[in-house]
């Protein structure tokens, strides 16, 4: 495997807590980042977007070293649980933020962020602000302003969990052909399996501060090392 993104000995202490990262990503796949409560999932991804800044070791991407570019200029986009939308803006102009912060948008961009709209089916939903979307909507709206970014490497961190079980399919399998339609490098943190399963072809278990298997998703949902074990109560 030829690693697209990869963390090398990416070293980060909070308090007590030291954690050391080690992972190799493909390009073009989805991983799965599964782990017990504060074993540091969130602050992997933190690390590789750039808003945590790791004590040691680097992020590399295709061979370049990112570990020093500020988060807006890393090839990386982030979704979060709670989407950050603003309350007073509409979805067109919450997508169009992740072009200008100013919101002064060329016609170019405007269509871009239609098109974005229109990728995650909320076409007709652009001028509606977001408390009169529902909360797949408005992780909908959170998702287009991730593409216009147009950013190669897409991580999400327990994106769907506040919704309900199909509305989290369905929000699964739109990130799934979103990534193939882009060729986008997706990095997922979930608290469900079920997720990983479901669209993730690889998974990275992390525990303590550390990735201690990183495999095809079905090998690590089987592995029989105990921390996995009793992470999934088998
Ligand atoms: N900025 C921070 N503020 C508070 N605690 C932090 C911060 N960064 C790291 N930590 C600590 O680092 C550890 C790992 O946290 P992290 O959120 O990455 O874990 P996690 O695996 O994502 O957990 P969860 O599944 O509960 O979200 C925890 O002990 C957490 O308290």
């Not at 030829?2 to 308090?15: K, Q």
């Not at 509409?90 to 405007?110: E, I």
């Not at 001028?127 to 959170?142: D, F, K, M």
């Amino acid at each position: 495997m030829t690693a697209y993104l990869e963390c090398r000995a990416l070293r980060f202490r909070y308090e007590e807590m030291m954690m050391r990262f080690d992972l190799e990503i493909e390009r073009g796949s989805c991983v799965a980042v599964i782990g017990p409560s504060g074993a540091g999932k969130s602050t992997l991804l933190a690390l590789i977007g750039g808003f945590e800044h790791a004590d040691d070791g680097c992020v590399l991407v295709e061979g370049r070293d990112i570990t020093a570019v500020p988060a807006a200029q890393r090839p990386v986009t982030t979704l979060f649980q709670d989407n950050n939308l603003f309350a007073h803006l509409t979805a067109s102009q919450n997508v169009g933020l992740g072009l200008h912060p100013g919101l002064r948008l060329s016609d170019a961009q405007r269509r871009d962020v239609g098109q974005a709209l229109e990728q995650v089916g909320l076409e007709e939903f652009g001028n509606r602000r977001p408390a009169q979307l529902s909360g797949g909507e408005r992780q909908r709206v959170a998702i287009a302003r991730c593409l216009v970014r147009r950013r190669p490497i897409l991580l999400l961190d327990e994106p769907f969990g506040a919704l309900g079980p199909a509305m989290r399919l369905e929000m699964l399998d739109l990130v799934d052909a979103l990534r193939r339609q882009h060729g986008l490098t997706v990095l997922m943190v979930t608290h469900d399996p079920a997720d990983a399963a479901r669209i993730a072809d690889r998974t990275a278990f992390v525990a303590e501060g550390e990735v201690v298997l990183s495999d095809a998703t079905t090998s690590v949902l089987q592995s029989d090392l105990p921390v996995i074990r009793d992470y999934l109560g088998r």
